[in-house]
């Protein structure tokens, strides 16, 4: 969805979510995301983590091994960082997996 998509479903009707492809090394949608925000618009992020190709990225796995995380959870924080809008939800196949990326909120 752009952002004169949301200005024409804002006239037919409230517009209270926006779903878009959204993570770390995809970010196109950075203003969109602000614009959101700022009117109070939340914002899921769909294949946060990269989708069936997950972010791979020498820098991020540079900055997980330094704090101790995989690069997975730093890319979730970033994400929760990003703005007070973007909720996340990852998917999961395990409980393990679950419990991983529960402790990336740990990270903000």
């Keep these: ?3 004169a998509q949301v200005a024409q479903a804002q006239k037919i009707a409230p517009v209270v979510c926006v779903q878009n492809q959204y993570n770390l090394v995809q970010r196109g949608d950075d203003a969109l995301v602000d614009e ?3 009117q109070g618009i939340a914002f899921v992020p769909f294949f946060p983590l990269g989708g069936f190709t997950p972010i791979q990225s020498a820098g991020l796995s540079k900055v997980a091994e330094g704090i101790g995380a995989t690069a997975m959870q730093v890319a979730l924080a970033w994400l929760l960082h990003r703005a007070p809008n973007v909720l996340l939800i990852p998917g999961t196949s395990s409980v393990g997996h679950l419990r991983e ?3 990336a909120g740990r990270l903000c």
């Design 1 to 3: 969805m752009t952002s």
């Design 36 to 38: 959101l925000a700022e």
């Design 101 to 103: 990326n529960l402790k």
